[in-house]
């Protein structure tokens, strides 16, 4: 790789254009090779920080690679090369983080010169998330971390590299400037994705290095939220802020406080209304679903926080789902969001339980008054239900795995089965749509899965399941005379173990397809009994 950087084998002269061709291509895989080569790099540096003796040679030969990196970046002749050279340089400061490279001045010097080098956007991102790694990372082995030092270099190197973001709101004229608006909208998603990067390249860090991350990039998402209502109709800005600021409160969510969160979410709430939503869902295709989703899941992180902050957003939540994007999914307009929709009640449901079911421990909670708790908000609860049920109706397999997987998480936590709620009001259709499903097979593949639903909820009340659900379940399902129907009844054996009752449901969804057949196959009237 230095041998081939030093003497430019990529724009040697021939008379073969296929040879300068295999030239470039040679050297771009030998630069991407290296990020593997990065892993032994590492083992080097941790041996060098026991024994001095490997000191010198892991900073020969950290200084030896870099250089030849750089070279290629700093020429910007070839848009392959230099996407390999960032991509090494990304691996080479987020994982071996050698501290030898802060003695390069050919690495040094890309901190006040990539401003002046023609990079592809891409490239342009990897490279600044490379040179923030060296600011931002911990380093290893080194006990003097000079986190105030690197506050300050941080600070100026992101002031330097989004002056033109920066700008924009000292620019008296841009919140009425809508041509300038429209300009600024490329500058806008640029900055935003490489300030993400920079957050999400900390969430598994120290403490320290997410402190430095919030309070360097404070006045960026400061200013992200001032951009927001100029941009809540401009699909593209829209879904890159969303994307910075899910990324934010994921990893910053302690540095940035409770408060600050609620004030976001806020201003996100009153200005991403019900017109927006269905805007973007119905008319923003594609690109409007993918704002509309990381909407959905920046509201799914904020209702799984614990803390009364964050469950004052409950209500407004399920109130969102229920009565403006569910209706748009039960009519077909929203399909693709279905995932994200159903994760947030899911989350807003298993997180927040007692916004339904107020808790009365005490001396005289027993397991027989689990299913007598007064329920809060009841309609609302019977609409989230009814959203899960409707969802069983659908085709989309993926989506009834996702959803059965979330009713029996939520009766592993809650007993939701066991609520006298659930009981009276829905077990009877769960049931009923789960086997009906089964007997069609239109979802084969999770027969195991709704087989153990349908015994879970049946093991609530056996005796009302194979007393009143099964006869009732046959006279609904139509095309069956009474004899058939006793039959099934009289031959779904009552055994009470799992077993042996996913056996005996099995049968009885096999008979019950049987009788179904060979009813619609005879002719009406030709056979009596």
Not at 85 to 107: C, D, M, Q
Not at 130 to 153: F, T
Not at 354 to 361: A, G, V
Not at 491 to 513: I, V
Request: charged share 20%; aromatic share 10%; with cysteine.
């Amino acid at each position: 790789a230095a041998a081939g950087s030093r003497n430019k084998i990529y724009n040697c002269r021939c008379d073969n254009p296929g040879l300068k061709t295999d030239f470039l291509e040679v050297h771009a895989q030998t630069l991407a090779s290296l990020k593997a080569w990065c892993h032994w790099l590492a083992a080097l540096h941790s041996e060098a920080l026991s024994d001095s003796s490997y000191t010198w040679v892991s900073s020969d030969i950290t200084s030896k690679i870099v250089s030849a990196v750089v070279i290629v970046v700093k020429e910007g002749d070839n848009d392959t090369l230099v996407h390999a050279a960032t991509h090494f340089l990304v691996t080479l400061t987020g994982t071996v983080r050698p501290p030898s490279i802060w003695k390069l001045k050919e690495f040094t010097d890309l901190y006040s010169s990539i401003s002046h080098i023609r990079l592809r956007p891409e490239a342009h991102r990897l490279l600044v998330r490379s040179l923030c790694n060296v600011l931002l990372l911990h380093w290893p082995g080194i006990l003097e971390q000079k986190w105030d030092d690197r506050k300050k270099h941080l600070t100026k190197f992101l002031r330097d590299i989004t002056e033109d973001f920066r700008n924009l709101r000292s620019d008296p004229t841009f919140t009425q400037n809508k041509p300038l608006q429209k300009q600024a909208e490329a500058v806008i998603i640029h900055t935003l994705l490489i300030l993400g990067d920079l957050v999400e390249n900390v969430l598994n860090e120290v403490t320290q290095t997410k402190k430095l991350c919030h309070d360097t990039l404070k006045e960026y998402i400061d200013m992200s939220l001032w951009l927001f209502p100029l941009y809540i109709q401009t699909v593209d800005v829209c879904e890159a802020m969303f994307n910075f600021f899910h990324t934010v409160f994921d990893v910053l969510k302690t540095q940035m406080g409770s408060h600050y969160v609620e004030q976001a979410v806020q201003t996100f709430l009153s200005l991403f209304g019900e017109n927006q939503l269905t805007q973007a869902i119905v008319e923003g295709g594609s690109t409007g679903n993918r704002v509309v989703e990381k909407f959905l899941s920046i509201l799914t992180f904020i209702v799984s926080e614990p803390g009364p902050t964050f469950r004052k957003f409950v209500p407004s939540t399920l109130s969102l789902c229920l009565d403006h994007i569910y209706p748009l999914v039960v009519q077909q307009q929203a399909a693709d969001i279905q995932p994200a929709l159903y994760s947030l009640l899911y989350h807003t449901l298993v997180n927040n339980w007692q916004f339904f079911f107020k808790s009365t421990l005490g001396p005289m909670r027993t397991l027989n008054s689990i299913g007598q708790e007064e329920v809060a908000n009841r309609e609302i609860f019977l609409k989230a239900m009814g959203a899960f049920g409707q969802s069983f109706l659908q085709q989309d397999i993926a989506v009834f795995r996702q959803n059965m997987e979330a009713l029996e998480s939520l009766n592993l936590k809650w007993k939701l089965y066991s609520k006298q709620i659930f009981k009276e009001h829905l077990m009877a259709e769960f049931l009923s749509v789960l086997v009906k499903v089964l007997v069609s097979k239109s979802h084969n593949l999770l027969r195991d899965e709704i087989t153990l639903a349908v015994y879970n909820m049946a093991s609530t009340d056996f005796p009302a399941f194979f007393e009143k659900f099964l006869p009732h379940l046959l006279v609904t399902v139509g095309s069956l005379d009474e004899n058939q129907q006793g039959m099934l009844v009289q031959g779904f054996n009552k055994d009470t173990d799992l077993p042996s009752f996913m056996s005996n449901l099995t049968r009885f969804c096999n008979d019950l397809r049987f009788y179904q057949n060979l009813n619609t196959s005879l002719p009406s009237g030709s056979v009596k009994f």
